[in-house]
């Protein structure tokens, strides 16, 4: 029901307006988001660097409908990849294609991501497709397909285990040699298109988990990179703790090093989870979202844990 509530919330123009002006909002919001601008999310993905953590940067935006925004938001991202190859540090980057015109114009949208995986190729580093709501699955993977066609490999892409569709997708990439960050899912489905229960998920989670195994072992299980900026072919993206342990008895019993996997988790969501992983000796990249425009982002996050919403109106108390 909460869950429902905020995420028809997060695409709603008015609320944002009202919450997004509103003080609290965005003292409750600074916990899932490092800062507003590139040089606060730098910080912090050097600190998380000094406890062994790698990143992924994601410039906040999505559903952009015009063309300079697009491109503005495209020219976002090549900036991120110079800081990160300044200030040398372990990080990749994180891109919505919807931010860069998927929504609205494909061939601008292709141009703009080429741009990125350029800049991206100049300093050895990698590029993750997030994946949005399903009217946009078709066309984020074609695009994908299409980056690789152009011969960029230093490209992957995020798959949800909600969807039902999401092995035959998978599948149909392994051949190429797919880098896959799996997450659960974090939009408003319908039951057509994805399990609306939860343990449904989990179950498609750890069957998708076994799969990516099996890719991986039939590409030779590439390691992650040395600078820790190019992942291995699993990322497992989860804060669930039966989901992770599940990934780590499945790797043991196939044989797989720790660094032919990575576990991902989001910034400010279970740092104990983070450390315990990092001391088993496992890569743990935590994705590092920043800019101004964090309202959606912000909604998924509490649509996910209604504890979040107390924390929300904590906020507003102590205000
Ligand atoms: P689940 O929701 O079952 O949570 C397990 C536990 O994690 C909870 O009990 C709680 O302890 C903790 N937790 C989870 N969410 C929390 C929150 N918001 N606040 C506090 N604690 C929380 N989705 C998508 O559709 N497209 C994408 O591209 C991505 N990308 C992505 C990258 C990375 C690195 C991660 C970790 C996640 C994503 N997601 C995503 C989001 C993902 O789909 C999912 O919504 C969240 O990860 C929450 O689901 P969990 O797997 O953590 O499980």
Request: with cysteine; aromatic share 10%; glycine share 6%.
């Amino acid at each position: 029901m909460l869950r429902t509530l905020f995420l028809l919330l997060s695409k709603a123009f008015w609320a944002q307006r009202m919450i997004t002006r509103w003080g609290p909002a965005w003292r409750a919001a600074s916990r899932f988001i490092a800062g507003e601008t590139l040089a606060e999310a730098l910080k912090v993905v050097g600190e998380l660097n000094s406890r062994g953590i790698l990143a992924t940067l994601d410039h906040l935006g999505e559903n952009t409908t015009h063309a300079d925004a697009a491109r503005l938001a495209a020219e976002e991202v090549m900036t991120a990849l110079d800081a990160i190859q300044a200030h040398e540090l372990r990080a990749n980057v994180s891109v919505k294609l919807s931010q860069i015109g998927l929504a609205f114009d494909e061939q601008l949208c292709r141009e703009n991501i080429k741009g990125i995986l350029e800049k991206a190729l100049r300093s050895e580093n990698f590029v993750c497709i997030d994946m949005e709501d399903s009217f946009l699955t078709d066309a984020t993977i074609a695009v994908y397909r299409w980056a690789r066609q152009q011969g960029y490999d230093n490209v992957g892409i995020v798959f949800q285990a909600y969807l039902y569709r999401t092995a035959i997708d998978i599948q149909s990439l392994a051949e190429m040699g797919v880098r896959v960050r799996l997450c659960k899912g974090a939009y408003k489905e319908p039951p057509e298109r994805a399990y609306p229960r939860k343990r449904d998920v989990d179950s498609s989670f750890d069957h998708l988990t076994a799969l990516l195994f099996e890719i991986s072992e039939s590409q030779g299980m590439p390691r992650l990179s040395a600078d820790g900026r190019v992942p291995p072919v699993p990322g497992i993206a989860t804060h669930d703790a039966a989901r992770i342990e599940y990934a780590r008895r499945r790797a043991d019993s196939m044989g797989l090093p720790r660094d032919a996997l990575e576990f991902q988790l989001l910034y400010g969501i279970r740092r104990d989870l983070q450390s315990q992983l990092v001391a088993q000796g496992y890569p743990v990249r935590v994705y590092v979202p920043y800019g101004s425009h964090w309202y959606p982002y912000f909604m998924r996050r509490l649509a996910e844990r209604p504890a979040n919403v107390w924390f929300l109106l904590s906020n507003f108390f102590r205000a």
